[in-house]
């Protein structure tokens, strides 16, 4: 399994953008959950969003809840992260990450996923 990120880019503060998580090759387990993560420099990595596949079940980080959504487009193996008013504080290169045996609980945690896109860098500006 690979995964790809993209969509990142500058913005404004307030602004918006979309980015994207493109899987290709398949899980046994067809349990698959995707999350997205960031991280800004000198900081550790954290939980964004993530998404259940087969259930459309989503969980997000309470600092973007009601500005941030994730989706999934099953026909694409494509997991979005649609990012609204954006803040200077969400700069970081944002990953997104999968893997097909985890529990409702531990979908916050980097740990826990197996297989990692390469990041893209969102970076907004005051």
């Known amino acids: 399994v690979q995964l790809q990120a993209s969509g990142g880019g500058p913005v404004q503060a307030g602004g918006s953008l979309t980015l994207s998580c493109a899987q290709s090759?398949?899980?046994?387990?067809?349990?698959?959950?995707v999350g997205w993560f960031r991280q800004a420099p000198g900081k550790e990595r954290e939980f964004v969003a993530a998404?259940?596949?087969?259930?459309?079940?989503?969980d997000y980080e309470d600092s973007v809840k009601g500005r941030f959504t994730i989706s999934r487009n099953t026909a694409k193996d494509t997991v979005y992260l649609q990012m609204n008013s954006l803040k200077p504080e969400d700069t970081a290169v944002y990953y997104c990450?999968?893997?097909?045996?985890?529990?409702?609980?531990?979908?916050?945690?980097?740990?826990?996923?197996?297989?990692w896109g390469q990041g893209t860098l969102v970076t907004v500006s005051s």
């Open positions: 998404i259940a596949l087969n259930e459309r079940t989503t």
């Open positions: 090759g398949r899980f046994v387990n067809r349990r698959i959950v």
């Open positions: 990450a999968a893997d097909s045996t985890l529990i409702r609980s531990s979908w916050s945690l980097a740990s826990a996923y197996d297989y």
